[in-house]
Structures are given as C-alpha cells and as structure tokens.
C-alpha cells in the first residue's frame, strides 16, 4: 500500500482593498468588523482606522535613485554588491539564534529569530597584523580612510 501525501495550495488572493486612512492594500478578512460591508470597510491593523499616522518616505537623491533602478553595468554592480556596501558601513551586527525550519516549503524566504537577538560591536582598533575594518575603517586612520575602505572592499 502506497501512503501518498497531498499538499493544497489555497490562494487568498491579492490585497485589494485599500485603507482609506493610510492607503496600504489590505484582505477583506483583516477589517475591523467583519460584519459590516466591503464598500465602506475599515482597518486597525495598519493605521488603527487613521489614528496612527506615519509621515511618507521621502524619495531618495535622485543619484541613488537611479544606482538601484537603471539597467546600465554600473547600476548592475551596485546591486550585485549592495551587501557588502552596506557591511562597510556597518558598526555593529545582529546576533541571535536563526531558526531555519520555517524555510522547509516552497514559500517567500523568513528570517525567523529565536531567543534573545542582540548587537554585535568590535573593537575599534583591529588586532596587531591586521587590517582595518568595518567601523575600524572610520576611526584608525582618518587621513586615508576612503583609501582604506576601498582597500578593505577589495
């Protein structure tokens, strides 16, 4: 006898009903009152029915802009290696347990933490013998510190 397991796929749909509060696209069933109708449906999840109010992100220089949204070979690498520019300004890094079990199935990528999470600071000064780097880059050698960031990348 073969046990054969069936997995369904059950697709709510997209969120398609907007806040009229703070604009964010919402799903019928995270409304407030579920008994009341579509057309006049009001949320707390996301602005608590407009009593939260977050300012708009303001758009980016016009020079990052375009770093992450044309399709020219500079643009491309500054995607490919956004990563490790962000690293090289980092002071500090999260720490914690990860839980990767939440990552089994076939579903968007969850960064999960268990426990406690924490921030991780070095020394400000490398170790004898070693070269500078992430927020070491900034307080070392301040005469040649774009110099040595470039290095550092490298």
Same mark, same amino acid.
């Given at each position: 006898?073969?046990?054969?397991?069936?997995?369904?796929?059950?697709?709510?749909?997209?969120?398609?009903?907007?806040?009229?509060?703070?604009?964010?696209?919402?799903?019928?069933?995270?409304?407030?009152?579920?008994?009341?109708?579509?057309?006049?449906?009001?949320?707390?999840?996301?602005?608590?029915?407009?009593?939260?109010? +977050?300012?708009?992100?303001?758009?980016?220089?016009?020079?990052?802009?375009?770093?992450?949204?044309?399709?020219?070979?500079?643009?491309?690498?500054?995607?490919?290696? +956004?990563?490790?520019?962000?690293?090289?300004?980092?002071?500090?890094?999260?720490?914690?347990?990860?839980?990767?079990?939440?990552?089994?199935?076939?579903?968007?990528?969850?960064?999960?933490?268990?426990?406690?999470?924490?921030?991780? +600071?070095?020394?400000?000064?490398?170790?004898?013998?070693?070269?500078?780097?992430?927020?070491?880059?900034?307080?070392?050698?301040?005469?040649?510190?774009?110099?040595?960031?470039?290095?550092?990348?490298?």
């Amino acid at each position: 006898m073969c046990n054969i397991l069936f997995t369904v796929y059950f697709d709510v749909g997209d969120p398609d009903i907007k806040c009229e509060y703070c604009l964010a696209f919402m799903w019928a069933n995270e409304r407030a009152r579920k008994d009341g109708s579509l057309k006049n449906a009001k949320f707390s999840l996301c602005c608590m029915k407009g009593k939260v109010q +977050i300012p708009t992100l303001k758009n980016p220089p016009r020079f990052l802009e375009d770093l992450l949204s044309r399709k020219d070979s500079r643009s491309r690498y500054f995607v490919e290696n +956004i990563r490790a520019f962000n690293m090289m300004f980092a002071f500090t890094s999260m720490r914690g347990r990860v839980d990767n079990t939440v990552n089994k199935g076939r579903g968007p990528y969850c960064f999960r933490l268990g426990g406690q999470n924490y921030h991780r +600071i070095g020394s400000l000064l490398p170790t004898e013998g070693n070269t500078a780097k992430f927020q070491q880059l900034y307080i070392v050698d301040t005469e040649n510190e774009i110099e040595n960031r470039k290095r550092a990348f490298r």
